[in-house]
């Protein structure tokens, strides 16, 4: 086996990983925008992203299993197709439906991608150094979480032409995959009866199900955060400035690039227990720390906020109009970036991001490990379906708490759910992994009568020789 950090194939892999994400976040920091410029409001934005993330979230049911009998390269290629569509539609949206529509069939085609490619990693690679590549692709996600808020906050006014762009390059994955991609040996052939019987079998193994519930509350948690804190950032009594939003939600995605990488070889060190585990009491921390900052009066970081640059400027001054609305756009930037509460949770949600991080690598390992390998597709379907329902689900569900007691309430939900999450790690990694009691008696003997036929053959030449 050639070792997979050198190989050509992941080039694809990891940066299809990245895309999901940085599709999914750059509509963050450009909420006041979309509100503007398709004459709706937050709930309905906040609706665009569960509409986004339902689609995406039930078709990686299927997805996973399909490619266990139809092969990983077709579901890869179709799923690009089908999100370059999606991008190439979304700059005519004139309304907020139009717009919902376009995002639907974005989700389509990242369903068709996402479980296949966590199933790709466990076909080629070994189970003691899965972790780090599990890490690896963590690391990429980061990086789409990272650069998709950042890139959304710069391009918001022009959110039309990005779209744009996402399409060509999502035209240009397409290529790469199929050049890098298509010599990877499969088993193909199969009917849609084996696929629901796949499925099946594969839910019969509890650790599955455990892992499944993991993911939905870790996403469940993270992404009403994540959200509803850029809009709660943008109005009273913060009204910080787009582009310091997106830096805010940024910050954690560039370190998580680092801080997953490091999880993942952590995660083979000590074990698939031990990493998570540290990882939800750092994010559960964070939340803590961020419900009592949304209720103190002073910063958790007292910075001084720059002088009014305005109240400074001698009134007789003439200025152009286009000199005066610079200036103000300037003061609003650098009084947000300056101001307490920018670092307040710049800073927190830097710490809860590094913690999300310790937490998926050991689950990405875990979801293609608890299961024979005919079902690594099926198990990675269950699994991603799961975490990335709760990622749909979070935003309309802690919508109406935010609206109706505000952001701090989010954050004690939030850090409420993450004992539970630990007891969930726990279960999942207690015992040794095992098969489930319904399979046949000899399919489990037949392996390890061969291995033990073969160590007495090479015994006996040994003897022999």
Not at 77 to 92: C, I, K, Q, S
Not at 115 to 126: C, H, K, R, W
Not at 228 to 256: Q, W
Request: glycine letters at 8%; proline letters at 5%.
């Amino acid at each position: 086996m050639r070792r997979p950090h050198l190989d050509y194939r992941f080039i694809p892999i990891y940066l299809a990983a990245a895309i999901g994400p940085f599709s999914g976040n750059i509509i963050l920091p450009m909420i006041p925008i979309l509100k503007n410029d398709l004459f709706t409001d937050v709930s309905l934005i906040m609706l665009s992203l569960t509409l986004f993330q339902i689609p995406f979230a039930l078709g990686q049911f299927f997805s996973g299993g399909l490619s266990d009998v139809y092969g990983r390269m077709k579901l890869i290629l179709a799923g690009f197709l089908l999100l370059a569509l999606g991008f190439a539609f979304t700059p005519f949206s004139t309304d907020i439906w139009f717009f919902i529509v376009t995002r639907i069939v974005q989700g389509l085609g990242l369903a068709l991608i996402s479980p296949v490619l966590i199933a790709l990693i466990g076909d080629l690679t070994e189970p003691s150094k899965r972790g780090r590549y599990m890490g690896f692709y963590s690391a990429a996600i980061q990086a789409g979480i990272a650069i998709g808020p950042f890139i959304g906050g710069v391009m918001a006014n022009q959110w039309r032409l990005l779209f744009m762009i996402m399409a060509v390059f999502s035209v240009i994955l397409t290529v790469c995959s199929w050049l890098c991609l298509r010599r990877i040996a499969v088993r193909e052939g199969g009917s849609l009866g084996d696929i629901a019987q796949n499925l099946r079998d594969t839910l019969r193994y509890r650790q599955v199900l455990i892992l499944g519930a993991i993911g939905f509350l870790v996403f469940f948690s993270y992404l009403a955060v994540i959200s509803l804190t850029s809009d709660a950032l943008s109005v009273f009594p913060y009204y910080i400035d787009p582009n310091a939003i997106g830096i805010i939600l940024s910050t954690s995605g560039v370190l998580g690039i680092f801080t997953s990488s490091l999880a993942g070889f952590l995660t083979d060190r000590f074990g698939k227990l031990k990493i998570p585990t540290v990882g939800m009491i750092i994010a559960g921390a964070s939340l803590i720390i961020m419900a009592l900052v949304t209720t103190l009066s002073d910063s958790a970081f007292p910075l001084a906020y720059i002088p009014n640059l305005l109240e400074s400027t001698n009134q007789s001054t003439n200025l152009t109009g286009q000199a005066f609305a610079s200036l103000l756009a300037l003061q609003i930037l650098f009084r947000s970036m300056f101001g307490g509460i920018f670092w307040d949770f710049l800073v927190l949600m830097s710490i809860r991001g590094i913690g999300i991080s310790f937490v998926w690598p050991a689950l990405l390992a875990l979801s293609v490990e608890v299961v024979p390998p005919q079902m690594k597709g099926a198990s990675t379907s269950i699994f991603s379906g799961m975490r990335f329902l709760g990622y749909s689900m979070a935003p309309v569900a802690f919508t109406p708490v935010y609206l109706w007691m505000g952001l701090d309430a989010v954050f004690i939900i939030g850090a409420a759910l993450t004992p539970p999450i630990m007891a969930l790690i726990y279960l999942v990694t207690k015992n040794k992994i095992e098969k489930p009691e319904w399979l046949p008696k000899k399919e489990e003997s037949k392996p390890g009568l061969q291995k033990r036929k073969q160590k007495s053959h090479n015994k006996n030449l040994g003897h022999k020789r």
